[in-house]
């Protein structure tokens, strides 16, 4: 830590002395965020599911099963269910989003003050109805007590080296407070006020990184073309909902997926190389042994994009390769000839203040040019 260059501070930065966060969720990315908020000066405490997993990080100093060699700061508690809750003014799930609904509901019964934030970490969507974790936890606690946190992240190296984080609120004081302490633990942090945006963004890394790595041995065109088309079919559901473009091109989106695309531990990459070898999406997850959003998101997602009447057949095709209802040479064959939906690849440009006469007229007449050159190639518009 020492060593390594840090990320610059704002000029004003709220001191967190004596102020109390807790961790749901012992795995590795729920450990990772509780040791960079140790760091950063939040008194914290990381809670497991359970006491005998509680009393295992306590005697060894560190998580053996989901992060082993990062060693605890002296000053982070350890706890189980409902410890640390009364007192937390930020509360941050660590747990798989499939879980939050359960967490959500024990949150209840812990003394949790009213006045407690509540950040989800998660990448994927909420069964059944497929929402945003932050739309579910906007329901149990008010949007401006809710906040996640997205963008390239690996728990190991975020701890040793850093990561690109983004905290996105539609509280502005909330998403400061948060991101200022993860840039004290020497972490840069982004703050957005598009939280949706930033979550489907994490879901759609998530099934890009799947497709491409069930998609690679078969080519590499086709697997950018699958991570592509998966981009574009969830922007044009975010983009419904509100979300803004730089939460999908930004490090939440792009960034993220380039880190978990090229990481040869990222589990969401690995479930698909295992989905390409054959295996059985049942048990993908044993063979893994951590979360997997994007096996149980995709079915999600695309059941989401298609209520919503958006075109999704790059996502779809994904949902059914999960479903084993899909063979993997017809997955490729549908991600090699999908062609995305005119609009994306045709729409009016936006006319500059200072374009001059000449060069209007340049732009229209190459526009009725490329449009006579589609109607050719029998392309609809
Ligand atoms: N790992 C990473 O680098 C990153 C992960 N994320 C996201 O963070 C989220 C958590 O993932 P990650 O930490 O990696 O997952 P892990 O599989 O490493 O750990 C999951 C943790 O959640 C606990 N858990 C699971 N279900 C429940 C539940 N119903 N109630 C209480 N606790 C539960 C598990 O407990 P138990 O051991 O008892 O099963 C375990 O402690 C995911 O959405 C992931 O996409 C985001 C950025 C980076
Ligand atoms: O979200 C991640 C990094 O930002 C982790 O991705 P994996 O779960 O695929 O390892």
């Known amino acids: 830590m020492a060593d390594r260059p840090r990320p610059q501070l704002p000029a004003r930065l709220p001191t967190p002395l004596g102020r109390r966060a807790t961790v749901v969720g012992a795995g590795s990315f729920g450990t990772a965020v509780a040791v960079l908020l140790a760091r950063g000066g939040f008194r914290t405490t990381l809670q497991a599911r359970t006491p005998e997993q509680a009393e295992r990080l306590q005697a060894d100093r560190q998580n053996e099963a989901y992060l082993s060699g990062v060693e605890f700061p002296k000053e982070l508690r350890i706890g189980h269910v409902g410890d640390g809750l009364a007192k937390a003014e930020l509360v941050f799930l660590g747990v798989p989003s499939r879980g939050l609904e359960d967490v959500i509901a024990t949150l209840e019964g812990t003394g949790l003050s009213p006045r407690a934030s509540i950040i989800s970490l998660a990448k994927g969507l909420v069964p059944p109805e497929g929402i945003a974790p932050t739309i579910l936890l906007t329901r149990a606690f008010g949007a401006d007590r809710v906040a996640c946190v997205g963008g390239p992240a690996h728990a190991r190296e975020m701890v040793s080296e850093g990561a690109g984080l983004v905290v996105a609120s539609t509280d502005e004081e909330l998403a400061t407070t948060i991101s200022s302490v993860f840039i004290r633990a020497g972490v840069v942090c982004e703050s ?189 518009e």
Do not use: C, Y
């Not at 048990?283 to 893994?288: K, L, N, S």
């Not at 007229?361 to 190459?366: F, G, L, N, Y």
């Open 192 to 380: 957005s006020n598009d939280p949706v945006g930033v979550e489907l963004a994490g879901a759609a890394k998530n099934a890009a990184a799947l497709a491409a790595g069930a998609t690679e041995r078969q080519g590499l065109n086709a697997a950018g073309a699958a991570a592509g088309h998966i981009f574009a079919e969830v922007w044009r559901f975010a983009e419904a909902q509100g979300a803004r473009p730089e939460s999908m091109i930004g490090l939440a989106g792009t960034g993220d997926l380039v880190a978990t695309a090229l990481a040869p531990q990222s589990r969401n990459r690995r479930a698909g190389e295992l989905l390409g070898e054959g295996v059985p999406t049942a048990e993908i997850p044993g063979r893994i042994g951590q979360a997997v959003e994007a096996l149980e998101s995709v079915p999600l997602l695309a059941r989401a994009l298609e209520r919503s009447g958006v075109d999704a057949p790059v996502t779809r095709g994904l949902a059914d390769l999960i479903a084993g209802e899909l063979p993997l040479d017809g997955w490729v064959a549908l991600v090699r000839t999908t062609v995305p939906p005119s609009p994306a690849r045709w729409r009016p440009r936006p006319r500059g203040e200072g374009e001059t006469f000449r060069a209007r007229m340049r732009t229209r007449w190459e526009d009725r040019r490329a449009r006579r050159a589609a109607r050719r190639a029998g392309d609809p």
